[in-house]
């Protein structure tokens, strides 16, 4: 994993929008029906190629394919794993039962998503079937990809946020479960990590779940829960070097009050048990720009890398250069390395199909600023102009 050794680097969390034509066909695959297969390969190309472009246009330094090539970044497992069936009845967040002005107002603005609520649940013995539909995902995006960025990235999902999407039938306990999606999923993880790329676990559910899943804990019996969901992790990237992984933890990339998110300074100690080189981390969002305090009571360890989120990613405001100059500058302090942080956006800006907050043209605008700022940032820390 590459540092910010002469400038503050960018990347960015993974999903990118995606168009119309490829949102239809996405679903159509998801729910089972029938498609155009050829048709379906050449808009994938086609998306693919235009999120690389358009990254390297914006001035990413660490890139991905955008997951264009999925519906949602964590429901797609599923379609690559026997054991799967029926629907799961996925607990919602304590915001949505409190507000259902909430739930009403995403009804509306987003009516055709992926299986976000009823994906299917495990009523069998999981076995992931073969590598080639992820090796198909590397292989396309690499084809594209070439020599556009410094260094390249691809997503997978925690086996703890796929075990509170796609919910329990089978397996005698949660522990079970979770082991049997670490073992499965270790395939998925070492072929994006034999192809030479970055492997960034997206786990929402070390944070996100406070309110969902596990909401009928305590903040002590939460943090209990992360520690077994890190542990997965943990035998699901066992062989991978800690540097050549990264840990994304959100809170839930929703436009709402999340005001019963769990503070990150009770999270960390748990977090920095996960064997990454870095953790990519919402400071963007409202509720949490302050948390960059938490570093005190929890120094980062001098092995990982911070990745903060430095660009909001559910408002169609474009952060001017100089607040994410600004933003940039506290997590270096908080840090106390500026070779260890690399400037990143909050989540994705499409993590699922047909649900994105950010219209196209704002995203590639927030991600030119995302550059800008961290020039701006760099040749404040490094006392030189940025090229």
Known sequence: MILSRDRILTTHVGSLPRNEKLSELLLQREAGESYDRAYFEVEMDKAVCHVVDRQKLAGIDIGNDGEQQRAGFQTYVPQRMTGFGGVSNRRRGREFEEFPELVATLVRRFPHTSKQQNAPEAQGEIKYTDTKAIDHEIARFKNFAA???????MTAPSPGIISSTMLNAHYDSHEAYLDALAREMSKEYQAIHKAGL???????????????LFR?????????????????????IAGIPRDRVRLHVCYGNWEGPHIHDIALAKILPALYQANVGALSIEFSNPRHAHEYAAFKQHPLPKDMILIPGVIETTSNFVEH???????????????????????????????FTNREWVIEPAVWLKLRSLREGADLASSRLWGKKVA
């Open 321 to 351: 250069p100089e607040v994410v100059a600004r933003r940039i500058a506290d997590a270096v302090e908080a840090v106390g390395d500026r070779e260890r942080v690399i400037a990143s956006t909050d989540c994705g800006f499409g993590t």
């Open 198 to 212: 970055l492997v960034q676990i997206d786990a929402p559910d070390l944070a996100m779940d406070r309110t969902m």
């Open 147 to 153: 020599e556009a960025f410094a260094e390249s990235f």
């Open 216 to 236: 009928d804990l305590d903040d002590n019996g939460f943090i209990k829960a992360c520690e077994l969901h890190v542990a997965a992790i943990n035998k699901g």
